[in-house]
């Protein structure tokens, strides 16, 4: 099947074929996972899909190995961190009022401190 809803390159695909430096903690031949540059909790990393799916409002049946392996991911990278016990925070932000930043389909793991509430009830500025 054709790949659909694929994006030209980003800047997480030239994180994932190296062509930019990061803190890369895993890799295989779906997802590519990475330490966040501006870490919001002690624990932040990236969970992406190798394939440049520019957000979750353009995930297709054909992502679905892709959409599983991140989590799976996330839950040995979790483990590997030590914070697997203690808990964690998985989040998937989508498109403008997600705030999504970066077009490139990503989850991002935060732990290592109890991360507070899912969202402030008053919404920030
Ligand atoms: P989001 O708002 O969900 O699109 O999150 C984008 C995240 O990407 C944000 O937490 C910062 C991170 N980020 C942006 N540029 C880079 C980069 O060049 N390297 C790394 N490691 N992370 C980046």
């Given at each position: 099947m054709r790949s659909s809803n694929v994006a030209t390159e980003t800047?997480?695909?030239?994180?994932i074929s190296k062509e930019?430096?990061?803190d890369m903690l895993y890799q295989d031949e779906l997802v590519t996972a990475f330490r966040d540059i501006s870490p919001a909790?002690?624990?932040h990393i990236l969970i992406v899909p190798n394939e440049p799916i520019p957000s979750s409002a353009d995930v297709n049946p054909e992502h679905e190995a892709a959409m599983g392996r991140m989590h799976t991911v996330a839950r040995k990278l979790a483990e590997d961190e030590g914070i697997a016990a203690d808990g964690y925070r998985l989040i998937i932000n989508?498109?403008?009022h997600g705030r999504q930043e970066?077009?490139?389909?990503h989850?991002?793991?935060l732990g290592g401190e109890d991360v507070g509430p899912m969202l402030m009830r008053n919404k920030p500025a």
């Open positions: 800047l997480f695909s030239k994180i930019l430096p990061s909790r002690p624990t989508c498109g403008e970066v077009p490139h389909l989850m991002h793991l």
